[in-house]
């Protein structure tokens, strides 16, 4: 019999799988197909301090073997989310969930996380410094070290939970924001956000996204993630939840392998409502095949 | 929504750029208004196709070739297995339909006209259909309607055809309620002229469409909604353009 649970920042949880933040909502569209409390947690929509409708349409575009997505953080607010969307969540999940949060300002990130300290299902703080959706915001803390050690701090201050700050990789040396944020408190990192990139539509001439560029997602990301995930691990000493195009449990092992503590299953969940369910249940038969007994042993195994 | 696998009975041209396909499965939570989201082989995102028609085990869709993915779906071979996730989106509701209701469906959105026309008039109402189309060449079911008993005007913009003009130019019966599928100009301009309420039908890039991703958000005067979850179908008054 296989182990597959492991611990993030002092939380075990069953399993290293973690549907992304933006491709999970608040679960109630997975939990019409499956009993999410397979999972070892979710990540729920990202989460500001007021409401928003975010980018207009088109926000979708196709790759190969990946997406683009320039979604731009809609979302209630987090006094919606904490009164209507907490509640149903509880409902059907029953695990500690990972509370992701932006904003557009320290003080935005600060309220929010204050906010979602109080709820008690709200296991980690997944803050993310790394959105490449929006302007004036988001991912302008994840590229200086310096902004996101100000985010970190801030956000350290207001809450008792873990925090686990969310990287980009539009940067040119990820492992010096990461060191940033693990030297103001950070309890993990975690990587990647989507990657800056754009498609021209060729019958119209013009982009296909309204705000020309948007964050790559898929499996065309993982090698990039990986890279990150394994400069990372040399760099901190904070957990890391690993993230980009993961698809499989094979998928999984390596970015453990890489140096993650657990795993987060983004774009593969919205082309496969099943996907984390299926990578759960391959995820013994996968650690059998390449002799893992206890997953949480091979963090890291590759350096 | 399920998540099945259906096999493909037949795939042919119906008309210019425009292909019909039956497709054997379970239909069992399929309404009509719904759309399935397909997956194709080699492409990252599934395709959201309309439903045309689903009766006796029996799936027909009808897509026009508009990109990769369509062009992709033109050439499969009977006999293929397709993963589809089916029951996606609201849907029409045809209670509010009173007893003469109007269908307005402009090209691609002639499709899902047909399976609320049938279900319309199995609950005993009379159905005016209003057809669009560019040219004769593009025109498809016009015979199919007039089986189910309706009353169908086909119009075309440039005249080879029909009425010539746009749907709008047909819309002079009378009529209780109307549901209409079809572009966006088409879709406003049929708001415009409409002297009742009725139901819209929307078109956007989709991501995951089961209302996970919020690709498709649109704005209405009942709040923010996802054209996937939330729509495809939405109530004129609700509409902001």
């Given at each position: 019999m296989v182990n597959t649970k492991v611990t993030l920042c002092g939380i075990e949880i069953d399993n290293p799988i973690i549907p992304a933040s933006g491709t999970f909502g608040f679960g109630q569209e997975f939990a019409e197909l499956y009993d999410i409390n397979i999972l070892g947690s979710f990540s729920f929509k990202g989460t500001t301090k007021d409401p928003r409708f975010g980018n207009?349409?088109?926000r979708i575009a196709e790759t190969a073997s990946g997406m683009l997505n320039c979604v731009g953080l809609q979302n209630p607010g987090v006094e919606h989310v904490i009164a209507h969307e907490l509640p149903e969540m509880k409902k059907i999940f029953h695990k500690p969930v990972m509370a992701n949060v932006s904003g557009f300002s320290v003080e935005d990130y600060a309220y929010t996380c204050e906010l979602l300290d109080k709820e008690e299902q709200v296991g980690w703080l997944e803050v993310n410094i790394s959105c490449p959706n929006v302007h004036g915001g988001g991912m302008s803390f994840g590229t200086d070290p310096k902004n996101a050690a100000e985010v970190t701090k801030a956000v350290k201050a207001v809450t008792k939970k873990p925090v686990i700050i969310k990287l980009t990789p539009n940067v040119t040396d990820i492992a010096a924001v990461a060191k940033a944020v693990e030297s103001e408190g950070a309890d993990g990192v975690s990587l990647i956000n989507t990657l800056s990139g754009m498609r021209i539509n060729l019958k119209t001439k013009k982009p296909i996204l309204s705000i020309t560029t948007g964050g790559l997602s898929g499996p065309c990301t993982f090698p990039v993630a990986l890279r990150c995930v394994w400069q990372v691990y040399n760099a901190v000493k904070i957990p890391i939840v690993g993230m980009g195009g993961v698809t499989t449990a094979e998928d999984v092992i390596e970015m453990m392998l890489a140096g993650a503590t657990a795993v987060e299953v983004g774009a593969a969940n919205l082309v496969d409502p099943f996907a984390s369910k299926k990578i759960i249940e391959s995820l013994p038969e996968a650690m059998a095949k390449y002799g893992i007994n206890n997953l949480s042993d091979i963090i890291g195994g590759a350096h | 929504m399920k998540n099945l696998v259906f096999e493909l009975l037949t795939n042919k041209?119906?008309?210019?750029?425009t292909y019909e396909c039956v497709l054997c499965g379970d239909i069992s939570d399929i309404k009509c208004g719904q759309f399935v989201n397909i997956m194709i082989d080699g492409l990252y995102l599934r395709r959201p196709i309309s439903v045309c028609d689903a009766e006796d085990g029996k799936l027909t869709l009808i897509y026009k070739v508009v990109g990769v993915g369509t062009e992709k779906m033109a050439n499969m071979e009977a006999g293929t297995k397709l993963d589809l996730l089916t029951g996606l989106g609201n849907g029409y509701d045809t209670e509010r339909s009173g007893d003469k209701p109007l269908l307005i469906g402009g090209g691609a959105g002639v499709p899902p006209m047909y399976k609320l026309c049938k279900e319309l008039t199995s609950q005993g109402k009379k159905c005016s259909v209003i057809l669009g189309f560019g040219s004769m060449d593009e025109v498809f079911y016009e015979d199919e309607f007039k089986s189910l008993g309706a009353d169908v005007y086909v119009t075309t913009v440039d005249g080879s055809y029909g009425i010539k003009g746009f749907v709008t130019d047909a819309m002079n019966m009378e009529y209780t309620y109307f549901y209409t599928c079809g572009p966006e100009p088409m879709l406003k301009a049929v708001y415009n002229k409409s002297t009742t309420s009725g139901e819209f039908s929307f078109e956007e890039r989709m991501g995951c469409g089961f209302g996970a991703c919020m690709g498709c958000t649109c704005k209405t005067k009942y709040g923010n909604k996802r054209i996937c979850k939330d729509g495809p179908v939405l109530v004129k008054e609700e509409i902001i353009w």
């Open positions: 207009p349409t088109p | 041209k119906i008309a210019k750029n």
